[in-house]
């Protein structure tokens, strides 16, 4: 079984996921990105290749991290440990002092249990599946196992959040002052950061899910558990909330009232801003199969063309590196504005969210309406051979859904990338209809890949 899953290495601390684990992989990374021309130009004026080390605040994270700056001095490479702070923020500052590379230990939005380790190269952009092929590989080979002064250091990165916060605070076209957000931190990375940036921003701040205990990360609150966050919202009388997940790579909404605004909801506000500011380059949005009928509408409404990818933040990454855009993200709240950061940040994207409520003098309400959400059914058939997904009568099925739903709707069917289960997706303008077509889908997937 691959070691990389779509997300860097996630699995079970202590479980799977393993200090020796984290020792090797430091290793073979170290083996594999600590040996490029900028590493060399390093060694060459007598210094050595650098890494940042991040990581969130679950229990098992600190013993991970350690594992990981032991692995990466032991191979000769020099540790800034950035200690808890949000993944974007480890990415940007890789780019930001011009590292060789860096590694985060999270698992996002995973519970407290599990735990992960991203890998990001030079510039901070996450690793090509052929270069974490080559680090699986190099697993099982030599190591690099320098003495004397070739051994790396590992240090305190004391300025790290300093540097993050001034580089959102720089990235803002308008102040946030008169709003009033209530932030849920996740018990998060975010919890340290987050309410402080938006202050200085000029927000009058709130904040809930900001006291991590080392294993409450992602317990009933952020982006995956809006409830809290709209009550607190409703209770406060604030004009907004916004949550994060446990890395803070995510940022989900709500409005005034309660109601949840999602990423394809964001994206579609900040298109249209970035459009009119001329910032959006192309005229172009990425987004995944899984964003709403209704985005593809707005934008179109709105003269922006939509790219779409696979399902994955790393597949937007992708194309909007390829073709220079600006936006892209999931529905899900992984927003990507690449002139400020190589990969979805949770803060950047709400921070430009309230901006173009302050400088509009709009409340968030009256900028989502730009967009009408399609009601959207998604079923997954489990215990079904998901490599027949392409089975005739299957597409029989999908070809008669097509047709009555005719420009009203859309169906996607999918197969998972690590279970034997197949997602059925479909949206229409009648929730009735959508949930209708969907359960029969759903059955005849079920009776025609049935293992």
Avoid: W
Avoid at 90 to 111: K, Y
Avoid at 274 to 286: E, H, I, K, S, Y
């Amino acid at each position: 079984m691959a070691l990389f899953g779509t997300d860097g290495v996630r699995g079970l601390a202590n479980g799977p996921l393993t200090a020796d684990l984290a020792l090797s992989l430091a290793q073979a990374t170290a083996v594999v990105l600590g040996q490029g021309r900028s590493a060399e130009a390093r060694r060459a004026a007598g210094k050595r290749p650098t890494a940042v080390v991040a990581r969130d605040p679950r229990i098992s994270g600190e013993f991970l991290a350690a594992a990981v700056a032991a692995g990466l001095a032991s191979s000769g490479v020099d540790v800034l440990d950035a200690g808890v702070l949000p993944t974007p923020a480890a990415a940007f500052l890789i780019g930001d002092i011009d590292a060789d590379f860096g590694v985060m230990v999270s698992a996002s939005h995973n519970p407290a249990p599990d735990n992960g380790i991203k890998i990001f190269a030079r510039g901070g952009v996450k690793l090509p599946d052929a270069v974490e092929q080559r680090i699986e590989f190099a697993l099982a080979g030599p190591k690099l196992q320098p003495t004397g002064a070739a051994v790396g250091r590992i240090r305190r990165f004391a300025d790290a959040e300093d540097r993050y916060v001034v580089h959102l605070l720089q990235s803002l076209p308008h102040r946030l002052d008169g709003l009033h957000v209530v932030l849920d931190c996740a018990h998060g990375a975010a919890a340290g950061v987050s309410p402080e940036t938006f202050r200085d921003a000029g927000a009058r701040v709130t904040v809930i899910g900001a006291d991590p205990d080392g294993l409450n990360i992602n317990d009933g609150v952020g982006s995956t558990h809006l409830d809290h966050l709209a009550a607190e919202v409703l209770r406060v009388g604030a004009d907004l909330g916004i949550a994060h997940d446990g890395d803070a790579d995510r940022c989900l909404a709500v409005d005034a009232a309660g109601r949840v605004i999602d990423g394809d909801q964001i994206m579609a506000i900040l298109a249209v801003s970035m459009r009119d500011r001329g910032v959006l380059r192309d005229d172009t949005l990425v987004a995944t199969v899984m964003s709403n009928l209704g985005l593809h509408r707005a934008m179109a409404a709105n003269g922006i063309r939509v790219l779409q990818t696979a399902v994955g933040d790393r597949y937007v990454l992708e194309e909007m590196n390829s073709g220079g855009y600006a936006l892209g993200g999931e529905q899900s709240g992984h927003v990507i504005m690449s002139d400020f950061a190589t990969t979805g940040d949770g803060l950047l994207t709400g921070l430009h969210l309230m901006s173009e409520m302050a400088r509009q003098g709009r409340s968030l309400a009256e900028l989502a309406s730009v967009m009408t959400v399609f009601p959207q059914v998604l079923i997954n058939v489990k215990d079904v051979d998901r490599t027949r997904v392409a089975d005739s009568g299957v597409a029989e099925a999908v070809a008669a859904a097509e047709a009555e739903l005719g420009s009203s709707g859309r169906v996607l069917l999918r197969a998972s990338g690590t279970e034997q289960l197949v997602r059925v997706m479909v949206e229409a303008e009648d929730a009735d209809q959508a949930q209708q077509i969907a359960e029969r889908l759903a059955g005849v997937v079920r009776e025609r890949l049935a293992l």
